[in-house]
């Protein structure tokens, strides 16, 4: 499957963007889709995940209640609504895509092998 990212951009600290991860194929609903970033100079870090057609979700702690994914597989895309941005999560969004994600491992970059290309998000204070 590929992936395309868009929905980056910059805004203010408090404000709000929407990501948009669009996948070709017709199996996109098969896959576990998850969100990470990457900050200058920082490792990349997992954001959120959602599994393949019942759509559970997992969120990093740090974006609990104020992000919240989901998907469409009708239309093939992946959402990230992102609220309350703050400036140190300025960084580039990746969308990464995976068959067979466990549980365990959905935080794990390793554990997706298609990514998208990436959104730049920047917040600023």
């Known amino acids: 499957v590929q992936l395309q990212a868009s929905g980056g951009g910059l805004v203010q600290a408090g404000g709000s963007l929407r990501l948009s991860c669009a996948a070709s194929g017709s199996t996109f609903s098969t896959y576990a889709v998850a969100w990470f970033r990457q900050a200058p100079g920082k490792e990349r870090e997992f954001v959120a995940a959602?599994?393949?057609?019942?759509?559970?979700?997992y969120y990093a702690d740090s974006v609990k209640g104020r992000f919240t994914i989901s998907r469409n597989n009708a239309k093939n895309t992946v959402f990230l609504q992102m609220n309350s941005l703050k400036p140190e999560e300025t960084a580039v969004y990746f969308c990464?895509?995976?068959?067979?994600?466990?549980?365990?491992?959905?935080?794990?970059?390793?554990?997706?092998?298609?990514w998208g290309q990436g959104t730049q998000v920047t917040v600023s204070s």
């Open positions: 990464a895509a995976g068959r067979g994600v466990i549980l365990s491992a959905l935080s794990s970059s390793a554990a997706y092998h298609s």
């Open positions: 959602i599994r393949q057609s019942g759509g559970a979700t």
